[in-house]
């Protein structure tokens, strides 16, 4: 083993160690040729839906295109873990003179440890093989990333995805731990992602629930306002979005699935003396949600959203939205709330973006504008149209509503309508600079809250 090789080898380990920052398996590689890296690579199959996107995989591509040859002779690869079968292949196709290894791995490692495929003289090709450099170092990466996998409470369901740790970190004005639960009957294992500050034997709790694209860091600017009044706020992600986890398919997300682990979360945290915040699909299913137990709610606090029973045409801005969601799947979810909020900073904005790094993490934008109840037959109508009737004669609560007057989607016209069918809801608050996203212009909406809403 020559000095040259730990250097590379501790080259390799830097591309494991950003591997493992991003949620995947850490292994990383380097090529090296005359005495310089021309290519590196990191495992990636999780981010990227690539089964062959391997630390060494990755960094062969990288090298054939610098070199503009698929022939990488004279090419030394420097990888974290015994390279696999397909990896091996792969570099014994590429005509690599030598493939130098860190930590061995009995399970599919071809270069010894299960077999030897480099060892095969009926090849046209010979690699020279090295293996055991900086082996502690490598494997140690290794142990250190799966020792809190085997003993996670909360795996993630092969059929979901979980968005990295990472890609929440220094979020602009949302400082509060998360907290999550895993084990609610009617998500079957997925994991929800929800806040809880606050004292929880405060006079109010506020229930905040978003809608769709957003998550809980749209109420960022309302929380503060309610904790600082000594009250408690929980605001969860629903799944597929914000933190929480994100089913693959787009099948997974019905209404009645949705309504079904907001109730279970509502059950599990005993919440009372509850204050319903909602807009968009937080007021489309939260709204649902008071008749199973009105005893816990005290008041509801609604933003631009609507009740969809089936029974009236959806409005024309919404039926656009819906079509353009059809048509752009892939569009930039940050950039559609800065939109409507100039004042937004582009670290809110990239917030905003968080959840969704790929398309494999959008199936819930997918899936939720054709969600919306449309006829009086679709799903969530029926349960609707029994909510309309609770509001109208039996809600014992107070109410509280504000408008963003310049939504095109589900704005003023929409709202006073859903006023009538409140009952002893008073005049609503009129915000004529506000959109669709009312939150964003939160702060003086949760004051007037505060003083409408007495314990």
């Known amino acids: 083993m020559s000095h040259s090789d730990e250097h590379w080898m501790g080259l390799a380990l830097e591309q ?5 920052a991003a949620g995947e398996v850490p292994v990383g590689a380097v090529v090296v040729k005359d005495g310089r890296v ?3 690579g990191r495992n990636a199959p999780i981010a990227s839906h690539d089964p062959t996107a391997h630390a060494e995989v990755v960094a062969l591509r ?3 295109r610098l070199l503009g040859n698929y022939r990488l002779d004279g090419c030394t690869l420097y990888v974290t873990l015994e390279p696999c079968a397909m990896c091996s292949g792969a570099m014994l196709h590429a005509r690599v003179d030598r493939v130098v290894f860190g930590a061995a791995d009995p399970r599919t490692g071809v270069a010894g440890s299960v077999l030897n495929l480099f060892g095969h003289t009926q090849l046209n090709h010979q690699t020279q093989v090295t293996g055991g450099v900086l082996a502690d170092e490598c494997g140690q990466l290794l142990k250190d990333f799966f020792k809190p996998r085997r003993v996670n409470a909360a795996p993630v369901r092969e059929d979901a995805l979980r968005t990295p740790e990472a890609a929440f970190a220094d979020l602009p004005d949302y400082p509060w731990p998360p907290r999550y639960v895993n084990d609610l009957p009617s998500i079957s294992g997925l994991r929800m992602h929800y806040l809880d500050e606050g ?4 006079p109010l709790t506020w229930l905040c629930l978003h809608g769709n694209p957003a998550w809980s860091y749209l109420y960022r600017k309302m929380i503060p306002v309610w904790l600082a009044a000594g009250h408690r706020v929980v605001a969860p992600d629903l799944i597929g979005f914000g933190k929480s986890d994100k089913p693959k398919k787009d099948s997974f997300h019905q209404f009645v699935t949705h309504r079904q ?3 279970d979360l509502i059950e599990r945290l005993d919440l009372q003396r509850v204050v319903l915040v909602v807009q968009d699909w937080g007021g489309i299913l939260g709204l649902t949600l008071p008749m199973a137990a009105p005893e816990r709610y005290k008041g509801l606090l609604v933003m631009n959203t609507t009740l969809a029973t089936g029974e009236q ?8 939205w819906r079509n353009w969601c059809q048509s752009q799947t892939l569009f930039d979810v940050g950039k559609l709330f800065a939109r409507g ?3 937004m900073t582009p670290a809110e904005t990239a917030a905003y973006n968080a959840p969704f790094s790929d398309k494999g993490f959008r199936a819930a934008l997918r ?4 969600m919306v109840p449309e006829f009086a037959d679709s799903p969530g109508a029926a349960i609707s149209r029994q909510a309309r009737d609770f509001w109208r004669n039996a809600w014992p609560g107070q109410s509280f509503m504000a408008i963003g007057q310049q939504d095109p989607v589900l704005g003023e016209p929409v709202m006073r309508h859903l006023q009538t069918q409140i009952k002893g809801c008073p005049e609503p608050m009129l915000l004529p600079d506000a959109g669709h996203f009312v939150q964003e212009q939160g702060r003086a909406i949760a004051e007037a809250a505060v003083r409408h809403f007495r314990p």
């Open 16 to 20: 494991a160690r950003e591997a493992a």
């Open 38 to 40: 021309i290519a590196t």
């Open 62 to 64: 990288e090298a054939a």
């Open 199 to 202: 004292d929880g034997n405060a």
């Open 261 to 263: 682990s907001l109730l």
């Open 313 to 320: 045409p959806l409005s024309d801005g919404f039926l656009a």
């Open 341 to 343: 909020n100039r004042s």
């Open 367 to 370: 899936a939720f504008p054709p």
